[in-house]
């Protein structure tokens, strides 16, 4: 397994807030020293789990460059720049770049109505407007569509494309673009985004994995990945179980939103952990009642994370 | 059937541009002209059929203060504020406010995984934040989320929704609506976006239709709808098959994007009859083939619009 | 209007059981009587509101003579086929016809995942496998395919299909199906499966209605088809409007399958009604609790079908 | 990892047909013959790759006396029961257990529209009406339902169900699925249905896969299931390398229906591989064209299998 720049383990930094709402930059800096101490390849702000649908631009602006200032080159800065239409992400590229990104990661078009032809176009464009590596980002759950092997090994081939976060829960797509991937001469880096299924995506010939659980425990995730560069499958799947045990926190809310769902355990959690102060979602979002919160420290004092 | 300060036929505004893509606000204004002296009741600029999607904030802008300054007044002017979460919707409902609007319109979140009581949360967090009228646009067909009888009519009873315009496909949760709403003492202005069945819409009770079609044919729209207000539904039904025979042109195109084949369709008719000079659309939509061109050209021709 | 032979009322005829889950045909003949003597057009028997998927083969045959003997000839008899694949169907057309339908009712293939050829031929190898009339039987929800426009008139116009019943929800589709089949000559004859909404189909040039709620009310949806004809259509809509308030018994369950909210819903009127004598359904469906079958009384109630 | 009854390899049979469209029983038992010459440890007749849905009764049993008489236990012997509800599936259930089956695997209801409480009634009426062990197999893109995590294992500790296939495309409810089941103490056996995968599903803790890919290339999965008993997993990802690349031979077809892609064209493979003499698909399904068929032989003469 070679080792482009962009490889391991890089988790999708959630977007802490105060108990009042406002951004809350002094917990960013906190989640990525965390994430920095367990020894994390790379980080991702503004993806979904960083919440950037909710956020305004200056909101953005300000998780970028704190990210920037706190990373401090130590690792690289990857940069969501999720819009509807190639004329608004490119905007968004403008504000990352002087913001301090050393990558974007963009998806499909979403609201609009795209042909397969017109999602191949957007990267296109997006990739002509700026001299930073494009992730593409496959989330059919979120854009509701699905980016094709055919097109993503094609854009790799050209150099439009310098890799893809794959969060589509289709995995036979996924080992068909890594086999794909691995006949054009691997121009791709390839991730999973998918937290439980990371030692499979490694087996098969991912370079790394986006783990939005990696917020709470990034040190396993680098351990397990480092257990797969050695080829030592078997802890590899061991470690993953450990993951997967914790990735219930997800699971434990019932009949709301995704968000809440999700990225609302991942700041319940680091909230126990002492990482952040506040699991506060981002309007509309509405925080995760008691019982469920129990469920979840439950969990996560499970975890063996809550060493003092 | 009253009529409230919003009713009738309501078109949703192209956005004209160049052949070299950029914003044509003389056609713009052309266009809106054109809807005037069509007799309609009210624009509706900033619509998916405005592209509002591949739209930048200050190309948005600019198509706000052309329509006010163009319409000065004669009809309402309806702005479309769609954005994935609140906070980025309110940043816009700002934009739309100086700019001149005088009721605004808005969607689910999209983007995100909402819950029905984060939608609802965001209509409320919305309206909190403007003076200004606020309509709900269901299209679950962009957004992935269908909006509920219950919960719209219970925000129009308080006061949060104005109105609801409904381009959901789903005539059966719109004629509950229309009947939830009556029996609620008709809190919301009804809206069908379909331009096909407005005929039986207004026969259930609809307050007007906001029919992309009617870039095209405003007046027959209007004939159409005062048919209906006289309750001459042999004439409103005679007019609307006329309609869906102009309606063919959205159905010509194959294999492109929702954008190409629809709203590329009413560039290229508009063009026709000279109302504007280009059927430009916004990056990524490729322009439509010669060949389907050529076929709208002669339902256009068809239609007895190009009286010379 | 013209009057083909199948057209105006035809309720698609539940299937009643008795209290321990016997098929009751006492039962049937009782609710066959209700609506004969409500006036109705036709009867559709072994449709989804008649359990066909619930039903053996032999329950099927039996469902099919006793409706039958019972109609005696009164109104033509149509009878559902839906089967997977066309082999499959046609073992079905041979029990309708060995059993006495004069017309069958087909679907798309469904658990399947056929192209729109394998669609169309599904529909040819049935017509030429009887002489019976074939509707086709429009119903994505189930199915998971919409049948096109053009492929419905063409089969129409080379004689492989009479008709149509639509349940598609798409009444964008539906009126540019009336408007098509018009075009080439009427072919086909088309019934709507929605029963809200019926008042618009006929004013669109639908032939009939195909509704659930009729198995309730068959009086009222034959005083609404009368008016359309007579073009009386604010009598129309004033009938389908009280349909509607009775509509509303299939959404007062919650959490349950759509078979129980509805056809749950239509069995628990019968039998206030005093037309069956239970409302068990096929199992594995449940019966609807008893907050909820008092709701759907009150609504029953309220309708003035209760005149003793 | 404890080797159960059912556990391994065992594909999913196809169904051959000679050119006339007949049932080819000679044909089937020489596709048996093939896989038990490959190793495999059991077989599954009758599901979707074996084109169930396009069989009727009388060709079901057929394909079960004959599949039986040919294997005459060597392994055991899995069989289809798909239908509608329970009272359809119990009558398969009849039928399997009189022509032989050793195990029984049934669906989610379908056509119709289940709440999750019907979906596990279902089950459990299935499994009190056999003494068979019973498997349910998950795929949603057929029966629009997904089986939930929580369900399953109830089903097994509770000894309704005897394992799972999976097919469900979701390899994180997958993974959660193999640790809940350990959890409770491992009663669900649990196979993959996803030919491309299988080195991670085995990783994770899966105890078999059934490929329909199997059919062509039964040896190599076997290989693979060896290697990963043995903990050998980077010999098991090269091999399912191996098979992914023969795996492409459904990738070919372009426009058709998912049988015709896919079961259509393991047919056309095991036609060059001399184990069957047509590549007839059941009816409507069409036959794959030419350059199709040049592009799938291209793709096995490449495997290595064609050894003579």
């Known amino acids: ?139 059919p759950v979120r854009v509701h569509n699905k980016l094709t092997v055919d097109m993503l090994v094609r854009l790799g081939a050209e150099g439009i494309l310098a890799g893809v976060k794959d969060s589509s829960g289709d995995d036979v797509a996924f080992r068909r673009l890594v086999n794909a991937n691995r006949a054009a001469g691997e121009p791709l880096v390839l991730f999973t985004g998918h937290e439980v299924v990371a030692d499979g995506a490694l087996l098969w010939g991912a370079h790394g994995v986006v783990p939005g659980l990696g917020n709470i425990d990034p040190r396993r995730y680098v351990e397990m990945y480092e257990a797969a560069v050695d080829g030592d499958w078997a802890r590899a799947r061991s470690l993953q179980d450990e993951l997967c045990a914790l990735f219930e926190i997800v699971f434990q809310a019932q009949g709301v939103s995704g968000e809440a769902a999700g990225i609302g355990a991942f700041k319940v959690a680091l909230a126990r952990l002492g990482v952040i102060s506040s699991a506060r979602m981002s309007q509309p979002v509405a925080e995760l009642d008691e019982s469920t919160v129990e469920r979840i420290h439950a969990i996560v004092d499970r975890s063996g994370l809550l060493v003092t």
């Open 1 to 139: 397994m070679s080792e482009p720049r962009f490889h391991g383990v890089i988790p999708p930094v959630v977007t802490p807030r105060t108990a009042d709402g406002a951004l809350d930059l002094p917990g960013l800096g906190s989640v990525i020293e965390h994430l920095l101490a367990g020894g994390v390849h790379g980080l991702f702000v503004l993806g979904s789990s960083g919440e950037v649908a909710f956020l305004t631009d200056a909101e953005r602006v300000s998780v970028i460059e704190e990210s920037a200032r706190v990373t401090a080159g130590r690792v690289p800065l990857i940069v969501g720049v999720n819009e509807m239409t190639p004329a608004r992400v490119i905007e968004q590229v403008r504000l990352a770049e002087q913001a301090g990104a050393d990558a974007i990661v963009a998806t499909a078009p979403f609201y609009t109505l795209p042909s397969t032809a017109e999602i191949e176009t957007h990267f296109r464009l997006i990739a002509g407007a700026t001299a930073l590596p494009l992730f593409a980002y496959d989330v």
